[in-house]
């Protein structure tokens, strides 16, 4: 494998590594933000860099993945090492998948939550939305929560201001799966067609073993024949000596 090739391998693996570990982070945000009554914004904050981060080192990776995999097309014919690398893209692919799908399944239940409390604390401030309603109104990304929804006392007020900031969060939460069912799909392409690849490369193997072997088949057929016109070659020189010898006894006979 060339240094360039394992300098980029080892940039995607300290990419999804340095994911797997924002990943584990925002989950704990997570738990943290929904087991806490108070509004932090702190929490928040932090929250939005994390993803921020993920979202910055999976474009990255996505990226260069895709450049590793357009140098080896190009190189398929140049290499021996090139099944080496191409195993090595696809293993990489599949890890960086399996950070994504976790990342994604960590959001979807976050926004589940958040709108189960967002759904509680709209019933407190005296509005009642279903479950459809709710999908409709974050599908749509309306301004819900106005006087036109959220009316009656002052009391409510604290409450509604809550109540907005929570919806942002799980408006944003919608748009970053949005953006990781994308990557995903395209990452299950690149790794699908990188599996055709190595297919396509065992095949050659394979049938390259197999003209190796049909070819020292023939070698060997070539050698034994040759031994055999060797074996020829040398009884019909011995009958020529035995021959002219005879012929040579005869004449001295006849000349005595």
Known sequence: MEDKSRKLFARIEANIEEMESCISQVKRKHNRILSSPFHDEE?????????????????????????AKQSRQKDTVKRSSIRMENVQISSLSQKFLDALADYSAAQVSYRERKKKLLKKQLEITGQEVDDEQLEKMLDENRAVFTQDYIVEVERAREDLTDVKQRYGEVLKIENSLRELDDMLLSLSILINSQ??????????????????????????????KKRKIRKKTLGIIILLIILICVLITIAVIFSS
Do not use: C, P
């Open 43 to 67: 929490d928040f904050h932090e929250l939005d860099r994390l993803m921020a981060k993920i979202q910055s080192y999976s474009t990255n990776t996505w990226s260069l993945l895709k450049a």
């Open 195 to 224: 599996g055709e690849i190595i297919d396509s490369i065992e095949q050659h193997v394979l049938e390259a073993s197999e003209d190796v072997r049909d070819g020292n088949k023939e070698m060997a057929s070539a050698a034994k």
